[in-house]
């Protein structure tokens, strides 16, 4: 094995995980990470090394996600939802909310720490079916509203419906595992 295939199989595991927090679904997230690295290894003069590797790579993957979720845009439509209507449990009928967000302070000062990235993680993987996949789709893959309507067969209206709730679980869940009682660091 070359050194440049090692390092490819030693980034294997974080591509893996960072493709099944993308994709939800285990089958296809190996899928992409195998084409991902085939790309790489048949082209390893592309690799400028202008960048890390596994910048690199995550770049190529973003591609071969795209790819699986347009292959399987029939199949992340079908998932069920919760069923839950987190507009009516935190806002009132006249549209104010029924008890107000507590302040987060600096919130960017907590996307530094690496705790925070792994709540994060958790509660974007714990956010329902399609609400989950769209978010990633737009928040992380960046796709276009045009595309991910054509792929999940939903409205543009539709995806800023569940878009707005998604974010909603997102703040609900980081203030009830993060903010509500952060963890202690040592000093």
Known sequence: ?????TALETLRPQLLKY???QLRNPAWAEDAVSETLLAALEKPQAFAGQSQLKTWLVGILKHKLIDQ???HGRELSA???DGIDLDEELFRPDGHWRQMPEDWGDPEAALRQLEFIQVLEACVEHLPGQQGRLFMMREWLELETEEICKVLAISPTNLWVMLHRARL???ECLQ???FA???QTAT
């Open 1 to 5: 094995m070359t050194e440049f295939a």
């Open 19 to 21: 493709a099944r927090a």
């Open 69 to 71: 979720i347009r292959r």
């Open 79 to 81: 998932t069920p939802e």
């Open 169 to 171: 679980r997102l703040r």
């Open 176 to 178: 009830l595992n993060w």
């Open 181 to 183: 009682s952060p963890p």
